[in-house]
């Protein structure tokens, strides 16, 4: 009689456990998905999104507790995606469903993150130059680009390179970039906002990219504990944690390629606006013997803008990320006087 009551009782609550995951993934999921996807909808698409604050910290700080100047749709994205992991934490059976929603939710930011990138470098000499075959070579093996995202399988071939052959890289780049003359204004990115939104825009994008691989992390182990429960039940689990930390590294790859992709362009921007600058001398006569009393104008008006956009970076990206992005100036400025 004893073990009758417990048979029943036990059919009662797997037929509850039963009931509650099919509501689960009948009603509660697809309506929470309805509710996120608005959620993610309004935080990409409002016009504040994608603007970079105006009031930022006078340097950058790496800490969003301290005012690190993540873009505020990208912000969001990140908080959601983290509500959404949470959930999977809460119900680990489900943990495949929810991580494929934060994918949809990252894949759809990416794309946003992608048009606002284009929307400042289309038709931009810059741009279509960092996909140049030779040019994207160089700027690899060139070791100031040991600070990018994705140089962490790099770092060691960088660290090899000696200053005879990095002086002949920034070289070669330099020829190239030198043969463009006469470099057009209208080629150039002259609005000051949409470097600083590439700036912002790179340094949000890897922020998402590491806080991605950190819940990749939380996936799996939530995913592992199905995994086991699914074992001791000889029930298989339709995914396993390290698929669904893979795709999403493999998302965390993107964002982070696109952030590289913006700081390239920014990186060869001000070689070619230093270019622009300096090419005035091809149309000046100057005499050996005597020492200038001042400086060129465009010499002033080259310094002051680099000036100004440095000062204007600053607080939207690191310190050696700044340090790339404004590194190839002086050797394009002295190769560029003596040709």
């Not at 912000?75 to 489900?94: H, S, T």
């Not at 992608?114 to 279509?128: C, F, G, I, P």
């Not at 920014?266 to 400086?295: C, K, W």
């Not at 970076?313 to 340090?323: E, I, S, T, Y």
Request: aromatic letters at 8%.
């Amino acid at each position: 009689n004893q073990m009758l009551n417990w048979a029943r009782h036990q059919v009662r609550n797997d037929g509850l456990l039963s009931f509650v995951e099919n509501f689960v993934k009948d009603h509660f999921l697809p309506t929470m998905f309805v509710d996120y996807r608005k959620g993610v909808q309004q935080a990409i698409s409002s016009p504040a999104a994608f603007r970079p604050r105006a009031h930022a910290a006078a340097t950058y700080t790496p800490l969003i507790e301290k005012g690190r100047p993540v873009l505020q749709g990208l912000l969001a994205i990140d908080f959601l995606a983290r509500e959404v992991i949470g959930w999977a934490q809460a119900m680990p059976k489900f943990a495949g469903e929810l991580v494929k929603y934060v994918q949809t939710f990252l894949e759809r930011t990416y794309e946003r993150c992608r048009t606002s990138y284009m929307e400042a470098v289309l038709e931009k000499q810059s741009y279509m130059l960092i996909g140049r075959h030779d040019i994207e070579k160089l700027m690899r093996l060139d070791p100031s680009s040991a600070c990018l995202p994705d140089s962490l399988d790099r770092s060691s071939m960088n660290n090899n390179t000696g200053d005879a052959e990095t002086a002949e890289i920034e070289l070669e780049l330099s020829d190239i970039l030198l043969s463009l003359r006469p470099i057009k204004q209208e080629n150039l990115i002259r609005d000051d906002n949409k470097l600083i939104l590439l700036a912002s825009l790179s340094d949000s994008l890897k922020y998402v990219a590491d806080s991605i691989e950190r819940l990749g992390q939380t996936a799996v182990r939530s995913s592992n504990q199905v995994e086991e429960e699914g074992k001791n039940r000889r029930q298989p689990h339709s995914r396993t944690g390290s698929a669904l930390c893979r795709e999403l590294a493999s998302f965390a790859d993107e964002y982070r390629k696109l952030a590289v992709d913006c700081l390239k362009v920014l990186r060869i921007e001000m070689q070619l606006e230093t270019i622009f600058h300096m090419q005035e001398m091809n149309s000046r006569e100057y005499v050996d013997d005597q020492d200038a009393e001042e400086p060129d104008d465009f010499i002033i008006s080259l310094t002051a803008q680099i000036t100004r956009r440095d000062e204007e970076m600053a607080p939207f990206v690191a310190a050696a990320k700044r340090n790339y992005i404004f590194g190839g100036i002086c050797s394009i400025a002295a190769n560029a006087s003596i040709k």
